[in-house]
């Protein structure tokens, strides 16, 4: 016979379980969630995470709200967001420039092991190849015919900002082919564009979407990408690896974060929730349209590929000298 459970006991386990239920609420409860973006409004980041914040709002019912907070390369909001409460409703997008690039080139020696340890990922969101291009008026019709040309003399190439993705590409490019490249910062890809069209620079290094319109107007001429595979709206353009050039394989990317210690039930429902939105035929056409790949992975290999980047491109910063303007 079962024994009987005394209604003090009884009592005791119904008022526990109460408490926990109230301890752990739903998420998400009836409260937005803030989506904080390092840059300033109506640029590239910007766009994109103004569509995943509409588009998830949508998915679980819930308001998310896009908070610009530009300033130091992406510190600024990755200060104020990691200082968050872990609680899912504030959330960065950032990405390998934020959560890779920025630490290690920031002066503070331990920063990166700072960023790993206050932050945990959520999910990346888009790969984002970059591609090295030339006047369409220029000489060089490949990647072979300007590394030939900067051996004998220098050759400029413009990106939208020292100690960027696209500057530390250039670095690498000349530091594997003993080509001779100078870099020059911009603010942005737009004045980078102008003065190649204007013949004051060689080349530039930019994202496929900054530069995708000017090369079918012909204005631009693609030599290479970066990335494993060849970019849906360039598809004429080789990779590095297909030009002959190896080490370009793994393009930088966008990702969701959120502050240390948010409750895995959070993460997992966020990263799936992202992963969805991610997948709707709707914003895989804006993906290409942005010259973005998409990157749907589960969680723990999409947090092996940050690793992986950090280890890369500590590996890099080790065979070339990057100046920024820090």
Do not use: C
């Not at 990408?225 to 970019?231: D, I, K, L, M, S």
């Amino acid at each position: 016979m079962l024994k009987k459970i005394p209604l003090a006991a009884l009592a005791l386990f119904t008022a526990l379980a109460s408490l926990s239920a109230q301890a752990a609420p739903a998420f998400p409860a009836d409260r937005p969630i803030a989506l904080v973006v390092p840059f300033s409004a109506g640029g590239g980041t910007d766009i994109l995470a103004r569509l995943v914040a509409a588009k998830l709002g949508a998915m679980i019912r819930q308001s998310v709200v896009v908070e610009n907070k530009p300033g130091a390369n992406g510190v600024l909001a990755s200060q104020y967001a990691e200082r968050a409460k872990a609680d899912g409703y504030t959330l960065m997008f950032g990405g390998s420039s934020t959560h890779v690039l920025s630490p290690l080139l920031s002066p503070k020696k331990q920063q990166m092991e700072q960023t790993r340890k206050n932050f945990s990922m959520v999910g990346i969101v888009a790969e984002t190849p970059l591609v090295l291009a030339v006047n369409a008026k220029s000489s060089f019709k490949n990647l072979d015919q300007l590394l030939k040309a900067s051996r004998d003399r220098e050759l400029t190439f413009g990106t939208f900002g020292s100690g960027s993705s696209p500057h530390i590409m250039g670095a690498l490019l000349a530091a594997r082919t003993n080509a001779r490249l100078q870099h020059v910062p911009y603010k942005g890809s737009s004045p980078a564009i102008t003065e190649l069209l204007g013949g004051h620079i060689d080349s530039v290094f930019l994202t496929v979407a900054a530069l995708s319109s000017h090369v079918e107007d012909k204005e631009v001429r693609a030599l290479a990408v970066t990335g494993a595979r060849r970019v849906q709206t360039l598809p004429d353009v080789p990779t590095f690896k297909e030009a002959g050039v190896s080490g370009f394989e793994d393009s930088g990317w966008f990702a969701v974060f959120a502050p240390a210690g948010t409750p895995e039930p959070v993460m997992d429902f966020l990263h799936d929730a992202i992963g969805r939105v991610m997948a709707t035929p709707e914003v895989q056409a804006k993906l290409v349209e942005l010259g973005l790949r998409s990157a749907n992975s589960s969680r723990a290999l999409q947090v092996a590929v940050w690793e992986r980047s950090i280890v890369a491109t500590q590996g890099i910063l080790t065979q070339v000298k990057i100046e920024t303007d820090r």
